[in-house]
């Protein structure tokens, strides 16, 4: 005859043998749902007194905290008081900022060793002197790029005016063949006749 922990034993390994993969999920769950109720029926706790768990009146904060439910406030009205709060922080935040400023809070001795703590490491690792010099080759580079902006838009602007010569004389030729044609002029083309 088996005893009851070895007949235990063997229910438990057909089990599983037969339907384990469904049953054992299944069983699972059943445990956790009974530790479950058993939590909530407890004497002791935040929800001792709540009669056992029921899922359709889960607690809010207000009911935990003892404050009557807020129902007669209307979907919109709660949106528009959350919002009111929000904006209400913020105008805080800001008359705050107002008033003291948004500079740091250092005191003002201790910002000045700070800052003379500052000066001295940038002097010893040498930091300074190579932002120095990176802002020299910065400068010189700029100086270089400049010139070359404006030497380059000097021979844009010497090359344009070369043209606007160059066609003006054609059309001032044209024009000499024009009054040529009808005898204003006689003669080769005079460049003097028209810059009078």
């Known amino acids: 005859m088996k005893t009851f922990n070895q007949f235990q034993e063997s229910i438990a390994i057909s089990l599983a043998k037969r339907g384990g993969s469904k049953l054992i999920p299944a069983l699972m769950t059943g445990i956790g749902a009974a ?17 056992g768990f029921d899922a359709s009146k889960s607690r809010t904060k207000r009911q935990y905290l003892g ?5 007669d406030l209307t979907k919109q009205q709660k949106k528009d ?13 800001d008359d705050q900022i107002a008033r003291e400023g948004p500079g740091d809070k ?9 800052k003379e703590l500052l000066k001295k490491y940038l002097e010893k690792s040498g930091i300074k002197g190579k932002r120095d010099t990176n802002k020299e ?6 100086e270089i790029e400049n010139f070359r902006k404006k030497s380059k838009q000097k021979r844009s602007e010497k090359k344009t005016r070369k043209v606007e010569n160059k066609r003006s004389e054609l059309a001032n030729k044209r024009e000499w063949e024009n ?5 204003i002029v006689s003669g080769d083309y005079d460049p003097n006749y028209f810059n009078k």
């Open 179 to 183: 009054l040529k044609s009808q005898g």
């Open 106 to 114: 250092v005191p003002g001795a201790r910002r000045a060793r700070l």
């Open 137 to 142: 080759i910065d400068k010189r580079t700029k």
């Open 35 to 51: 530790g479950t109720l058993y939590q909530a029926t407890k004497k002791s706790g935040p929800f001792a007194d709540t009669g």
């Open 67 to 71: 404050l009557p439910p807020s129902t």
């Open 81 to 93: 008081r959350k919002i009111k709060g929000q904006q209400d922080i913020i105008n805080k935040r």
